[in-house]
């Protein structure tokens, strides 16, 4: 795994060890983009929470900001961090994969 890749993983996981966030998230994906006060007619969160939950989520790569009309801003969710996060979730697996394989096979000996 990259250096870059590990860093881009480390934020997603920040990003998603809150409730909160981990809320908004699942409220873009099912709803598509929306604005800070969209999120908090939806959610049981105030918008002032909900702004600064955009803002560690948009620092993290996981939404974009959009402008809109009237100056308003929709968040849209964006993937790839997350895509990035499975894969270095998935090169550990291997690696302990291997290395469980490894004291199964010497304590089976």
């Known amino acids: ?23 908004i998230l699942a409220a873009l994906a099912s709803d598509g983009p929306a ?10 969160i105030t918008r002032q929470a909900i702004a600064k939950h955009l803002t560690l989520l948009a620092e993290a790569g996981l939404v974009t900001p959009e ?3 009237r100056r308003r801003v929709r968040y849209q969710l964006h993937s790839a961090p997350m895509q990035v996060a499975q894969q ?3 090169a550990m697996a291997r690696d302990w994969d291997s290395r469980l394989g ?8």
């Open 88 to 90: 270095f979730l998935a």
């Open 1 to 23: 795994m990259q250096p870059d890749s590990e860093a881009i993983a480390e934020q997603v996981f920040i990003a998603l060890a809150d409730p909160s966030r981990r809320g």
């Open 67 to 69: 402008p809109g009309e």
């Open 35 to 44: 604005t800070a006060t969209d999120l908090a007619n939806r959610l049981p």
């Open 102 to 109: 490894a004291l199964k096979d010497h304590l089976d000996r």
